[in-house]
Nanobody, 126 residues
């Protein structure tokens, strides 16, 4: 059973940085397509970055492009979301999700049939 555990959330001031981690178990990370999503209070869950196998074309939402960077460490079976220059509007619960091994992200949109972590809270406030 594929499982994901996020960590690294917290509270920061605007302009600050955080690095979220998503540890994957039950599957080999290098064969898994991983996405990062977030959900702010009262809003729908949105895709902010999706990375397919081989990392050839990583999608970033316009709202985070140039500020957020995704990377993976296959040896640790962990994917990272480096978030820089954080803004109050980045406040949300952040989730990582994985496709069933062998499947890819065609659109970076949440799908309940994918595997999801429990989420980690990020709060950006002065």
């Amino acid at each position: 059973q594929l499982q994901l555990v996020e960590s690294g959330g917290g509270s920061v001031q605007p302009g600050g940085s955080l690095r979220l981690s998503c540890e994957v178990s039950g599957a080999t990370l290098e064969h898994s397509a991983i996405g990062w999503f977030r959900q702010a209070p009262g809003k729908e869950r949105e895709g902010i970055s999706c990375m397919n196998i081989g990392d050839l074309n990583i999608f970033y939402a316009d709202s985070v492009k140039g500020r957020f960077t995704v990377s993976r460490d296959n040896a640790k079976n962990t994917v990272y979301l480096q978030m820089n220059n954080l803004k109050p509007e980045d406040t949300a619960v952040y989730y990582c999700a994985a496709k069933t091994p062998g499947f890819l992200w065609r659109l970076c949109i949440p799908n309940p049939r994918d595997y999801w972590g429990q989420g980690t809270q990020v709060t950006v406030s002065s």
